[in-house]
């Protein structure tokens, strides 16, 4: 299984920015899918995520600037980051929770799947 997350990058504060995700693989179903973000020296923590059935969390500190959409169906998930501030800044993470097809093509695998992380800086 693969997360290939893209649209990060530098931003001013203030200003906005669009991530978007995509998940490939044997993946026989996906029960939710969002984003984490970890800035430097502090833990990882949920910026946002869709539950199939249309569930959606957010962090608290996002809450109302962020907005996270998508297809679980369709494999994808979006995060239109709004009114940034430096305290935005970190490597975003597309994660899935997810049952995987085996190699064997016999059961299923439950798995938490993590992309490689995007890099979103906000600075002026």
């Known amino acids: 299984v693969q997360l290939q997350a893209s649209g990060g990058g530098l931003v001013q504060p203030g200003g906005s920015l669009t991530l978007s995700c995509v998940a490939s693989?044997?993946?026989?179903?996906?029960?939710?899918m969002g984003w984490y973000r970890q800035a430097p020296g502090n833990e990882r923590e949920l910026v946002a995520e869709i539950i199939r059935g249309g569930t959606i969390n957010y962090g608290a500190s996002v809450r109302g600037r962020f907005t996270v959409s998508g297809d679980i169906a369709k494999k994808t998930v979006y995060l239109q980051m709004n009114s940034v501030s430096p305290e935005d800044t970190g490597v975003y993470y597309c994660?899935?929770?997810?049952?995987?097809?085996?190699?064997?093509?016999?059961?299923?695998?439950?798995?938490?799947?993590w992309g490689q992380g995007t890099q979103v800086t906000v600075s002026s």
């Open positions: 994660v899935a929770d997810l049952l995987e097809q085996s190699a064997t093509g016999i059961g299923l695998i439950d798995q938490l799947a």
């Open positions: 693989g044997r993946i026989f179903s996906i029960k939710k």
